[in-house]
């Protein structure tokens, strides 16, 4: 107190005030003045934020589980047959155009089940599994539209009696997801397929047929190309940003109904990239923010979600030679890509920032060649690695993407061309 005392006579050195203070008040306020003190440093120089205060957010899949609860909770095995199925429209509530019935049978029957189009060609039909009961996911439905699902026997290969028609009405589509505005393709070319897509960033996956009708849609931000694995799920990138412009936490492995089968939270985060390799792990383009970005690969196993393997580009390739119109030091080559070859197991990328393509041995990490401009690089590592152009009339890429094998040894990229 007596600290206090000397501290406001140095500060607000005016002796008036302090003389009243002293001859009137001393005795009561100082022990007064230091207990409110102590008490509103409690209330708030302590206080941390409620739960109101900060976002919470549960995991996907915890919350996935818990929708699955409820709406089964709901599922009577005794009053659901085929005749009168269970229906669930969007069932995890990220996927508007899809939904699941759910039904038993009396004997273990296969079944045919057939979502109707606008038109016969846009009729599409898959066959379920021989069971008595029935966990049957719907896809192909229309947005604010009646759409109609039928349940025919399937027999011997083949369709049998019709069993049920049920009508699914589903609702307008958000304004976040990003139509066609011109699609030019025929059902001859382009039949049953579905094409699917994603837009940039900050929109919707989602797929259209052949008329641009959108029949699916996840409605979360899920970024970058959507891969579809040899189980017929998807792998995207999550939802949830490590780091802006726009690298996301890991990899989600989803189905058409939207359940979230794999969650994989990546330590450098995803972005752009990944291939399933024939063991089912996972190479995947990622980072460390040690400096630079974008020139990372690792391998991480589709049980465990560990990494077990990696292969650094600043160790093949020099940084500062070969630079592109966006080359930057923290951003230096931009991998946009990535392949693999089975047969030859060799690892294809995409440097965007110094225009080139680069087959890499898996095994060895070492580089086989590089397709690109040699200009600005180093005569000796030029004549090491970079493949010569044949025929007169050859133009190089710069900036591409989505660089791939194809059968044998030929590649296919997209050139962006910039500045062609």
Do not use: C
């Amino acid at each position: 107190l007596i600290s206090i005392r000397n501290m406001l006579k140095d500060v607000i050195q005016i002796n008036k005030i302090w003389k009243f203070l002293k001859e009137n008040v001393i005795l009561i306020v100082p022990p007064i003045f230091v207990l409110l003190l102590l008490v509103g440093f409690l209330i708030f120089g302590f206080q941390r934020p409620s739960s109101s205060d900060v976002e919470q957010e549960v995991d996907i899949t915890v919350v996935q589980r818990q929708l699955e609860e409820e709406f089964m909770s709901h599922y009577d095995s005794t009053k659901h047959s085929a005749a009168n199925p269970y229906i669930v429209l969007n069932p995890f509530e990220i996927t508007p155009l899809s939904a699941l019935m759910v039904f038993e049978t009396p004997i273990n029957m296969q079944l045919e089940i057939v979502v109707k189009g606008k038109e016969e060609n846009g009729d599409l039909s898959f066959v379920t599994s021989n069971t008595k009961s029935h966990y049957v996911p719907i896809y192909g439905l229309y947005e604010n539209y009646q759409n109609q699902v039928q349940i025919y026997e399937y027999i011997g290969g083949a369709r049998g009696i019709l069993i049920s028609s049920q009508t699914i009405v589903t609702s307008i589509l958000p304004e976040e997801v990003t139509r066609p505005t011109e699609f030019n393709t025929t059902y001859e070319y382009f039949g049953k397929n579905l094409m699917l897509l994603i837009p940039a960033l900050n929109s919707y996956p989602l797929a259209v047929d052949y008329n641009g009708d959108i029949r699916f849609v996840l409605t979360k931000n899920l970024p970058f190309a959507p891969v579809i694995l040899d189980n017929g799920h998807l792998l995207l990138g999550s939802d949830r940003l490590i780091q802006q412009p726009y690298y996301v936490t890991g990899l989600y492995e989803i189905d058409y109904l939207g359940k979230i089968h794999g969650n994989y939270k990546i330590p450098g985060g995803y972005h752009h990239d990944v291939h399933e390799l024939p063991n089912s792990n996972f190479l995947v383009l990622t980072n460390d923010f040690n400096g630079t970005v974008e020139d990372k690969i690792v391998e991480i196993n589709r049980n465990t979600g560990e990494i077990v393997d990696m292969i650094d580009l600043r160790t093949l390739l020099p940084e500062l030679q070969g630079p592109a119109e966006m080359w930057t030091t923290f951003d230096w080559f931009h991998n946009n890509s990535i392949d693999y070859n089975t047969a030859t197991d060799e690892i294809l990328v995409s440097g965007r920032h110094q225009d080139i393509v680069i087959n890499i041995s898996r095994d060895t990490k070492e580089i086989n060649y590089i397709i690109g401009d040699p200009e600005g690089w180093n005569s000796s590592f030029v004549e090491e690695y970079f493949l010569t152009p044949i025929g007169e009339e050859f133009e190089w890429q710069y900036a591409q993407h989505s660089a791939m094998f194809l059968p044998g040894q030929d590649v296919l990229l997209f050139d962006n061309g910039n500045n062609k």
